[in-house]
């Protein structure tokens, strides 16, 4: 007999023989009936073990939970009042005829499909906590993205082509992964953090279009949303500029979202410049689900006496914000003091607020502690270019650029989540017209925002942090999901890019010598972008952590709980390396 899915099977296959195979869910006796759900990963059905089959009972007696099963049997429809309509199975039932033990199981460490699970143990355990509905329908969903990205890419005449792993350490902005060589002693590959020289020269190979499903790694400090290593949907090219990519990109999107989201979804890719997001939002990122937004106050307060506001007019490094809250005078001064807590993590000194109690009187509808170091006429200005509504409360910070950029964009998206000011979907948004260099903090050394393979708009003037490149980036309810850029093509264009980081001669051809050489022979324009593909899971499957759309994730600390690595090397194999390590003290 041919196997059925335990999850699948209905009324339409009443007084039908079958078999089905899985895992035990849950055991119950009663009254000297035996009952088991058994699980596959279509879901649950439950099988009757009767007395009158006594060499199957007896065998059934043994039953435990996550035994392995194979069971042939009648389905039955339930009796009246029997039902239970939280599985999709629960009008009928399995009698049992026969029974296979196929292995049996210990105790678990925990129960399958139980949400209290603490992470570390579901992590060391892996094997089991993948068995749950919840990591199965991550994973299967995984699968189908990707397979609905090959098919996509595939009708576009795409070529897949994989690149190496074992690779020439470069610099792209974060620490390489490094293997030693055992036949060049002495000597050191480094894991990819991208195949961008290798899909640039690929164009330079004339292959046209190239994807590919890389799997990349970065040694950096992690979070929720980051691993040591990834996968990324990789694309390159040639004879593409900005607007084709982000053609292509946007037809990938829209046919991932019918097939796997919403069959009738349109979606909408407007184009925000960077400047205008820092400026907008304090961010490169920004989620438009939330409709709070900044607003520079800077020329208001050109003459003010207020010494915290004074200290940051007509000064380029620093500015004035105003981030109006709808309905907001409800907040309470706990909620306020919270928010300047969450402000000064990111360096802010403070909070102030203007509660709104009527917008249309200034003088008595406006309440803060700092109301009496403002003249009437500012706080006028204030209110009307703000616009709040009576009920609105508004917060201020004035420092540098930075601490109020990244203060103010976490206290939006704090706000936006506390108060269920977020619109429900999918939002996405470029952000283009992105610097090439910013300068190394407290240097005036420049350093690649993207990496060093971005084209700039011009290459007619010095380069520095004013200078625009051709990057783009697409981002998702605030999160980014992918970037890219038009890439040099011509060996000058590149030097000089290299010459602006301050990278000497023996530099360059140290680390950048074949590359160089293959700009020499007849490079193509092209250009290309990387999607975060365990980041659009995450977000199309509304997860909090990356780790749940990852098979065999690493913790936050880079370790895997389940194989415990990383582990100390055999003494042998280090001399074999020519390595020797050097335990730092504890």
């Given at each position: 007999?041919?196997?059925?899915?335990?999850?699948?099977?209905?009324?339409k296959?009443v007084?039908?023989?079958?078999?089905i195979k899985?895992?035990?869910n849950?055991r119950?006796d009663?009254?000297?009936?035996?009952f088991?759900?058994?699980?596959?990963?279509?879901?649950?059905?439950?099988?009757?073990?009767n007395?009158?089959?006594?060499e199957?009972?007896?065998?059934?007696?043994?039953?435990?939970?996550?035994y392995?099963?194979e069971?042939?049997?009648?389905v039955?429809k339930?009796?009246?009042?029997t039902?239970?309509?939280e599985?999709s199975?629960?009008?009928?039932e399995i009698?049992?005829?026969?029974?296979?033990?196929?292995?049996t199981?210990?105790?678990?460490?925990?129960k399958?499909n139980d949400?209290?699970?603490n992470?570390?143990?579901?992590l060391?355990?892996?094997y089991i906590?993948l068995?749950s509905?919840?990591?199965q329908?991550n994973?299967?969903?995984?699968?189908?993205?990707?397979?609905?990205?090959?098919?996509?890419?595939?009708?576009?005449?795409?070529?897949?082509?994989?690149t190496?792993?074992?690779?020439?350490?470069?610099?792209?902005?974060?620490r390489?992964?490094?293997?030693?060589?055992?036949?060049?002693?002495?000597?050191?590959f480094?894991?990819?953090?991208?195949?961008?020289?290798?899909k640039q020269m690929?164009m330079?190979?004339?292959?046209?279009?190239?994807?590919?499903?890389?799997?990349?790694?970065?040694?950096?400090?992690?979070?929720a949303?980051?691993?040591p290593?990834?996968?990324?949907?990789?694309?390159?090219?040639?004879f593409?500029n900005e607007e084709?990519?982000?053609?292509?990109?946007?037809?990938?999107?829209?046919k991932?979202?019918t097939?796997?989201?919403?069959?009738?979804?349109?979606l909408?890719?407007?184009k925000?410049?960077?400047?205008?997001?820092?400026?907008r939002?304090?961010?490169?990122?920004?989620?438009?689900?939330?409709?709070?937004?900044l607003?520079?106050?800077?020329?208001?307060l050109?003459?003010?006496?207020?010494?915290?506001?004074?200290?940051?007019?007509?000064?380029?490094n620093?500015?004035?914000?105003a981030?109006?809250?709808?309905?907001?005078s409800?907040?309470?001064?706990?909620n306020?003091?919270?928010?300047?807590?969450?402000?000064k993590?990111?360096?802010a000194?403070?909070?102030a607020y203007?509660?709104?109690?009527?917008?249309?009187?200034?003088?008595?509808?406006?309440?803060?502690?700092?109301?009496k170091?403002?003249?009437?006429?500012?706080?006028?200005?204030?209110?009307?270019?703000?616009?709040?509504?009576?009920g609105?409360?508004?917060f201020?910070?004035?420092?540098?650029?930075?601490?109020v950029?990244?203060?103010m964009?976490?206290?939006?998206?704090?706000v936006?989540?506390?108060l269920?000011l977020l619109?429900?979907g999918?939002?996405?948004?470029?952000?283009?017209?992105?610097?090439?260099f910013?300068?190394?903090?407290?240097?005036?050394?420049l350093?690649?925002?993207h990496h060093?393979?971005?084209?700039?708009?011009?290459?007619?003037?010095?380069?520095?942090?004013?200078?625009?490149?051709?990057?783009?980036d697409?981002?998702?309810?605030?999160?980014?999901?992918?970037?890219?850029s038009?890439r040099?093509h011509?060996?000058?264009?590149?030097?000089k890019?290299?010459?602006?980081?301050k990278?000497?001669d023996?530099?360059?051809?140290s680390?950048?010598g074949f590359?160089?050489?293959?700009l020499?022979?007849?490079?193509?324009?092209?250009?290309?972008?990387?999607?975060?593909l365990?980041r659009?899971?995450?977000?199309?499957?509304?997860?909090?952590?990356i780790?749940d759309?990852?098979?065999?994730p690493?913790t936050?600390?880079?370790s895997?709980?389940?194989?415990?690595?990383?582990?100390?090397?055999?003494?042998?194999?280090?001399?074999?390396l020519?390595?020797?390590?050097?335990?730092?003290?504890t």
């Amino acid at each position: 007999m041919q196997r059925s899915y335990c999850g699948l099977i209905d009324l339409k296959s009443v007084e039908e023989n079958l078999v089905i195979k899985g895992w035990v869910n849950t055991r119950r006796d009663h009254g000297g009936v035996i009952f088991i759900d058994l699980r596959d990963h279509t879901g649950l059905v439950q099988v009757v073990f009767n007395p009158e089959e006594r060499e199957i009972f007896e065998a059934a007696q043994a039953i435990r939970s996550e035994y392995v099963l194979e069971v042939c049997g009648i389905v039955k429809k339930r009796l009246d009042g029997t039902d239970n309509p939280e599985m999709s199975t629960g009008k009928i039932e399995i009698v049992a005829k026969d029974l296979t033990i196929l292995n049996t199981s210990k105790t678990t460490p925990f129960k399958v499909n139980d949400e209290a699970t603490n992470e570390d143990l579901r992590l060391q355990y892996r094997y089991i906590d993948l068995r749950s509905t919840y990591m199965q329908d991550n994973l299967r969903f995984r699968s189908k993205l990707f397979s609905t990205i090959r098919n996509h890419l595939s009708d576009m005449e795409f070529n897949e082509i994989e690149t190496p792993i074992l690779t020439k350490p470069t610099p792209e902005g974060a620490r390489d992964y490094i293997v030693p060589s055992r036949v060049h002693k002495g000597s050191f590959f480094a894991l990819p953090q991208s195949p961008q020289l290798f899909k640039q020269m690929l164009m330079m190979s004339g292959l046209d279009k190239y994807y590919q499903i890389a799997k990349c790694f970065r040694d950096e400090d992690l979070r929720a949303d980051r691993q040591p290593e990834f996968t990324q949907l990789d694309i390159e090219c040639s004879f593409y500029n900005e607007e084709d990519i982000m053609h292509l990109s946007e037809s990938l999107m829209q046919k991932i979202f019918t097939e796997l989201i919403d069959k009738d979804v349109t979606l909408k890719f407007p184009k925000i410049s960077y400047k205008e997001s820092m400026e907008r939002y304090g961010c490169d990122k920004p989620d438009l689900r939330n409709p709070l937004h900044l607003v520079d106050i800077s020329d208001y307060l050109v003459n003010t006496d207020f010494k915290v506001f004074k200290d940051c007019v007509n000064n380029s490094n620093k500015r004035i914000v105003a981030l109006n809250i709808p309905d907001g005078s409800k907040l309470t001064r706990k909620n306020i003091d919270d928010y300047t807590d969450l402000v000064k993590t990111f360096g802010a000194k403070g909070l102030a607020y203007f509660k709104v109690e009527d917008s249309n009187n200034t003088d008595t509808g406006i309440s803060s502690p700092i109301k009496k170091f403002l003249s009437s006429k500012e706080i006028d200005a204030i209110i009307k270019s703000v616009q709040p509504s009576s009920g609105d409360l508004i917060f201020f910070s004035a420092d540098t650029a930075d601490i109020v950029n990244s203060s103010m964009s976490a206290l939006i998206s704090k706000v936006g989540s506390d108060l269920s000011l977020l619109k429900s979907g999918f939002e996405f948004a470029w952000i283009i017209d992105y610097p090439m260099f910013e300068y190394e903090k407290g240097t005036t050394n420049l350093t690649s925002l993207h990496h060093p393979f971005t084209s700039p708009v011009s290459n007619d003037q010095d380069f520095n942090d004013q200078t625009l490149s051709r990057a783009y980036d697409l981002t998702l309810n605030g999160n980014e999901i992918g970037g890219g850029s038009v890439r040099i093509h011509e060996k000058s264009e590149q030097l000089k890019v290299f010459h602006a980081l301050k990278l000497t001669d023996s530099e360059i051809e140290s680390k950048f010598g074949f590359f160089l050489k293959s700009l020499e022979y007849g490079c193509p324009p092209h250009a290309g972008i990387a999607f975060g593909l365990d980041r659009i899971v995450m977000l199309l499957r509304g997860l909090s952590s990356i780790r749940d759309t990852i098979a065999f994730p690493k913790t936050q600390s880079s370790s895997c709980l389940l194989t415990e690595a990383p582990t100390e090397i055999d003494l042998e194999q280090l001399k074999e390396l020519a390595i020797k390590t050097n335990k730092p003290k504890t």
